[in-house]
């Protein structure tokens, strides 16, 4: 079994894209487009979600209406990740918000975990792991790891930009989780960036240089 993705389609969510990928885009338009992204592909990614009946009051009459059931919570990768937590919790307000935080090691390309701060009752939380990049999946693994061993059971991956390198590790390691995503790109190159990519993310966000 393989890691479902679902790849947004959306006019709106492309054309955000398009501003992100453009290496003149400074930092402001470039995180103004990234929250904007993150909400459409949040729309996308919370349509599963349980609700339940409920009756209400309108100003005419009584009526049913469908209610929001159960926990959830969204859990950013530090710390490009914090830049798409605005556009969830414009969704879901009431959502927990954990962090992970990790490095990745420019030789070994492998993450560092230094920082860690989950919600409580993951068992029975709908937890959205958010990412900008998955690029060779190491840092979404250690934080699905991370998570597993917390106890979550229902747990989504975010992310605006795919490598296929990416999407095969989380499929091999975690193929029960689903990924949602804005694009699916080429290939990663011989630094494991992603092909056409958008460049460091986090960077680009936060307006800070390449180290």
Known sequence: MSAPVTVVEHPVLADRMRVMRDRTTYHGAFRRALHEASAIVAIEATRDLPTEAVEIDTPLERTDARRLCG???????????????????????????????????????????????????????????????????GSALYALDRLREAGARHVRLICLVCAPEGVAAVAEHHPDVPIWTATLDRCLDENAFIRPGLGDAGDRVFGTPPE
């Open 71 to 137: 926990d959830v919570a969204v859990v950013p990768v530090l710390r490009a990740g914090l830049s798409m937590v605005e556009g969830f919790l414009r969704l879901l307000p009431d959502a927990r918000v954990g962090h992970l935080g990790m490095q990745r090691d420019e030789t070994t390309h492998s993450p560092h975990g230094y920082f860690e701060r989950l919600p409580p009752r993951l068992a029975e939380t709908h937890v959205f792991v958010l990412d900008p990049m998955l690029a060779t999946g």
